[in-house]
Each structure stands twice: as structure tokens, then as C-alpha cells.
């Protein structure tokens, strides 16, 4: 972020330097200004010019804190978006939280251990102790946990893709916001120029009427029209300040007052529809998000077919108890299998919610491949469409112009009236805000259309 201070000393200081003349004596310091003064006036003028000099410096120390004005380009919206953005660090908690679970999986079938100790007395006899330490390790579960680090390593990547969903959607957010500020500024000082144009108009009216050249009608339509540019120029003013929110709010953090460098995007050549298709169908993370959860729900089948699978088991224990020394010792060794016989058909019934999931995950990857389909040629249609009216708008721009420099020449004839110029005036102005909103369209567009795709345009 780039700061652009204004100085108050240094606007003085050449304001001081190149003011104009009032046709008064010119002073040059203030010795000068001081001589041929009365003494009296002197120490008047020596603590008038004390007390200006204080309050000058004080309004200098307060306009680094209030009067700055910020500007900041895209890059570092995207980049203050990527490290603070909370939608972006939910994402993030996500993929950790399925990274966890699979390192969960993974040790399920480790070597475990566990350490007793205990002492009791009881009344009217010797108390007691005991110490054990027993191990215990899965030798076989016929194959259900390399099932379930397949599909918790399905389930990661699925995380990993939705965490670059988010990232792709906070980018295209941010860009959508920046653009929108750039064309609230635009609106804005466009409604400001209008302003002073309907001035100029006024007093041009009046001065036709005073000189008894036009009607009262004319200064009145020229008064209306003033004021209802006002109007616009306060709705202009607070679109501002909302788009300024938003572009806040898209960024994850306060910017504050700022104003953006960067301007609308470029014309740039577009990609084939059916390359686009197969970039979409390839890179999109929602669609390769979908495709890790079908692939997933296809493994959670087999691993509810392994619910009533035989499972082996090796267990070992050696433990200390009595109540006196030299304490009695006891060690075990075992090996457990365990076979389910029957469950009531209790794991048919998670087969087949299983099947059920399995056959919804991929019905939903059926239903996103053909909204990509919709989205890719939507996008690149408006891409194209929003590229058209670009030149037809600067076309209407320099028509409006025309028009309006002949109203403004005939009523300063005599042989135009009012209503003529604040028609032409008034297309002028839309002229150039469709300009401006044709500019906007093709940048969000191109933007809307990167996010289809799964990737940015380098």
C-alpha cells in the first residue's frame, strides 16, 4: 500500500510563492510586510502572525492522521486477501482437521501399551498391590484400514481442492469489488463534472436574462437541472462509500478511505469453447472435489462389506501383585481372532446405505459437469458481449459530445434554447457512464469466466 500525502505547509508554501497579485504591495518576507508600521502595529501583527504560525503547525501535525489518502492496486487486495481473508482460514482449519483424521486412520492398527498400578486395604486384612503392563496390536483386519487411508487420503484432497475453491472465489470476489470501486470513483467524479457544467449553464442563463436575450423559463430549467445533479452527485458520493465497504468486506480486513491505481482489465483474445470445456472439466476444484467424493463413496462400499470381516489379534501382559515381597509375577501371550457370525443383518443394511451415497455423489458429479457446461459458454458469451459494447459506447461518447458542443454553440447564438442543451447534455453524461459500465462489465466478465475455468489468465 502506497501512501499520497498532501502537505499544508508545502500548498502554503507555494501558494506563497506563486500567488497571484491583488494589486496591493507584494511582500517578499515578513520583515518586509513589517516595515513602515507603527509600533503598535507591529506587536499586533508580530503575535497575529504567532498564533497563525501555531495553528499552522498544529492543522500540519493533524493531516498525517486525518487527511491521508490511500491507494492501493489489485495485487495487494488479492494479497492482503489471501493472508487475512477468515474464509481462507476456515479453509485451512478444514484441510487441517482431514490431515488429523488421516494420521488417525493410519495409527488405528499401531502398537499400543498401556501401564496399570494399584494398591487397596481392606479391614482385618493385609492390603494389596498390583502393577501390569500390557501390549496389544492388530495383525490382520482383512484389509478395512488400507481401505479407509485410501478414502481419508481421497477425503484430504478433496479438502485441498475446496480450500483452492475458496481461494479462487476470494480472488474473484476481491477483483469484482475492485472493479466496482473503480467504477464508483468514476460515477462519482463524472457526477462532479456534470455539477459544474449545470453552474456554467447557469450563469450563462443568466446572464441571457439579464441582457433580456431569454426567459425567466431558461434560468429556471437551468436551476432544476443544477439541483437535481446535486442529487446525483450525493447518490454518487455514497454509492462511493459503499463500494469502499465492499471491497473492505472482500478483502477480509478495514482499508479504510481508499482509492484504487489499477484500472479496468484489458482486451484480451479468448479461449476456444471447447478448450475452455476440457480447462474447466480439468482444473475446476469443484469438479475435481466431486470426483475424489464419488471415488471416495465407491471405497466406503467395501469398507462397509469388511464390517463383519475376521479380524487377528496378538495381546501380551506381565504383571506384578500380592501383599509382600517378593511379589507374585504373572506374564501372558496371546493371539485373538475374532469372526463376526451373524449381526442381524445389521451390515447389509450399511452396504446398501453405502451403495445409496456412492450412487448420490456421483449423480451430483453427473448434475456439476452439466452446469459447467452452461457456465463456460454463459461466461464466454458475456465475455464477448460485454467486449462488443466497448467501442459502440466510446462511439455514443464522441456522438453525445458532438451533439452537445452544437447545442451549447446554438444557444449561445440565440437560435438554440434550454431544453435542447440539458438533452444533450444529459445523453452526454449517460454516454459516458455506459462507457464506464461497459469497461466494468468486460472486467468482471473476464474475471466471472477465470473462476469458470479453475485458473487465472497470466
Known amino acids: ?4 500525502q498532501g502537505s499544508a505547509f508545502l500548498r502554503r508554501k507555494n501558494c506563497a510563492k506563486y500567488g497571484a497579485s491583488s494589486g496591493k504591495e507584494e511582500y517578499n518576507s515578513p520583515g518586509d510586510m513589517m516595515k513602515g508600521m507603527t509600533p503598535m502595529k507591529k506587536n499586533r501583527s508580530i503575535a497575529a502572525f504567532l498564533v497563525l504560525l501555531g495553528i499552522f503547525f498544529s492543522i500540519g501535525m493533524l493531516r498525517p492522521a486525518y487527511g491521508n489518502e490511500r491507494t492501493i492496486t489489485i495485487e495487494e487486495c488479492l494479497a492482503l486477501a489471501e493472508a487475512n481473508h477468515p474464509a481462507l482460514e476456515e479453509a485451512r482449519a478444514a484441510l487441517a482437521g482431514q490431515q488429523a483424521r488421516l494420521g488417525q486412520v493410519k495409527v488405528s492398527n499401531a502398537l499400543k501399551g498401556n501401564l496399570s498400578a494399584s494398591s487397596s486395604r481392606n479391614s482385618g486384612s493385609d492390603g494389596s498391590y498390583s502393577t501390569s503392563f500390557s501390549v496389544s496390536k492388530l495383525l490382520s483386519d482383512s484389509g478395512k484400514n488400507a481401505l479407509e487411508r485410501k478414502s481419508q487420503g481421497l477425503s484430504v484432497d478433496a479438502a485441498a481442492e475446496s480450500q483452492r475453491e475458496t481461494l479462487l472465489s476470494v480472488r474473484t470476489s476481491v477483483k469484482e469489488a475492485y472493479y466496482g470501486l473503480l467504477l464508483a470513483i468514476l460515477r462519482r467524479d463524472q457526477a462532479e463534472e456534470t455539477v459544474k457544467t449545470y453552474k456554467k449553464h447557469l450563469d450563462k442563463a443568466r446572464g441571457f436574462y439579464d441582457a433580456g436575450i431569454v426567459a425567466k423559463f431558461d434560468v429556471t430549467k437551468a436551476e432544476v437541472d443544477l439541483s437535481n445533479a446535486r442529487l446525483d452527485l450525493l447518490s454518487a458520493k455514497s454509492t462511493l462509500e459503499t463500494a469502499r465497504a465492499a471491497l473492505s468486506r472482500a478483502v477480509g480486513v478495514p482499508l479504510g478511505n481508499i482509492d484504487p491505481v489499477s484500472g479496468f482489465r484489458p482486451s484480451m483474445v479468448l479461449p476456444d469453447e471447447r478448450f475452455a470445456l476440457e480447462q474447466a472439466m480439468e482444473n475446476r476444484p469443484d469438479f475435481r472435489t466431486a470426483r475424489l467424493k464419488s471415488q471416495a463413496g465407491k471405497l466406503g462400499i467395501s469398507i462397509a462389506a469388511k464390517g463383519n470381516a475376521a479380524t487377528i489379534s496378538l495381546t501380551g501382559s506381565a504383571g506384578l501383585s500380592g501383599t509382600g515381597l517378593p511379589p507374585d509375577d504373572d506374564f501372558r501371550v496371546g493371539v485373538t481372532l475374532s469372526v463376526p457370525v451373524f449381526d442381524g443383518g445389521l451390515n447389509d443394511y450399511r452396504i446398501s446405505e453405502a451403495r445409496a451415497s456412492s450412487d448420490g455423489l456421483l449423480a451430483s458429479q453427473k448434475k456439476l459437469e452439466q452446469t459447467i457446461h452452461y457456465e463456460v459458454r454463459s461466461s464466454i458469451l458475456a465475455v464477448q458481449e460485454a467486449e462488443a459494447r466497448i467501442p459502440a459506447a466510446e462511439l455514443l461518447v464522441r456522438q453525445a459530445e458532438e451533439n452537445l458542443t452544437l447545442a451549447e454553440g446554438r444557444y449561445e447564438m440565440g437560435v438554440g434554447n434550454i431544453l435542447e442543451v440539458a438533452d444533450a447534455l444529459l445523453a452526454f453524461n449517460s454516454a459516458k457512464v455506459s ?24
Open 1 to 4: 500500500i502506497t501512501f499520497s
Open 435 to 458: 462507457h464506464f459500465q461497459a469497461l466494468h462489465d468486460y472486467s468482471k466478465a473476464v474475471s466471472t469466466l477465470e473462476k469458470t475455468l479453475g485458473g487465472e489468465f497470466q
